[in-house]
């Protein structure tokens, strides 16, 4: 808020200026011309009391509505992507995960394709119960992944709700603040 200072006239009036106006001249309600002092000049000036004015939020519950759904939906969409694309790796128990990768790397590229081309045929059908109990965790967290995509779209719709409410107007909310003078 700027702090106005009240420049005297000769006529008796004082003219409303401010820091910005330093140097310049304005002109008094009686015609007279006034040159604004310098800001060193300022310290010479009687301020001028300004109203005290009531801090305005620009925020209503239309933003709040609307704040509230995008909260939702982005929560609710980084728990889907996390449930759908960071599922925990498979361990097989007995198996040493580290001698497998350095028997991979220890083998050629050509080595590389024939083991994978067998084992893109498929191994044994008869499968390991650590495998269905893996295929129902992956299962479990897809379902989580959709109800947390559901969610988001909730909060989505939220928050268009949010934006589709009618503007508040700001006189009537300031005048229900405002005490009635008796």
């Known amino acids: 808020m700027k702090t106005l200072y009240a420049l005297p006239c000769p006529c008796g009036q004082t003219v409303d200026v401010?820091?910005?106006q330093a140097g310049l001249a304005v002109n008094c309600a009686c015609g007279r011309r006034l040159e604004v002092p310098t800001i060193r000049g300022f310290a010479d000036l009687e301020t001028k009391a300004q109203p005290a004015s009531e801090p305005t939020s620009?925020?209503?519950?239309?933003q709040g509505v609307m704040f509230l759904g995008v909260a939702i939906a982005l929560l609710a969409?980084?728990?889907a992507i996390y449930a759908r694309f960071f599922p925990k790796p498979n361990r097989i128990q007995g198996?040493?995960?580290a001698a497998v990768v350095k028997l991979v790397d220890e083998k050629t590229p050509t080595q590389t394709f024939e083991l994978w081309s067998e084992l893109s045929r498929g191994m044994d059908r008869q499968e390991l119960p650590e495998m269905l109990q893996y295929w129902d965790y992956l299962a479990q967290r897809n379902r989580w992944s959709w109800v947390a995509w559901?969610?988001?779209a909730l909060g989505g719709v939220i928050a268009a709700v949010g934006a589709l409410m009618p503007k508040e107007d700001t006189k009537r909310r300031q005048s229900?603040?405002?005490p009635a003078r008796t």
């Open 176 to 178: 229900a603040r405002t």
């Open 150 to 152: 559901g969610v988001a």
């Open 58 to 62: 620009t925020w209503g519950p239309r």
């Open 77 to 79: 969409s980084t728990a």
């Open 95 to 97: 198996v040493d995960h």
């Open 18 to 20: 401010d820091r910005t």
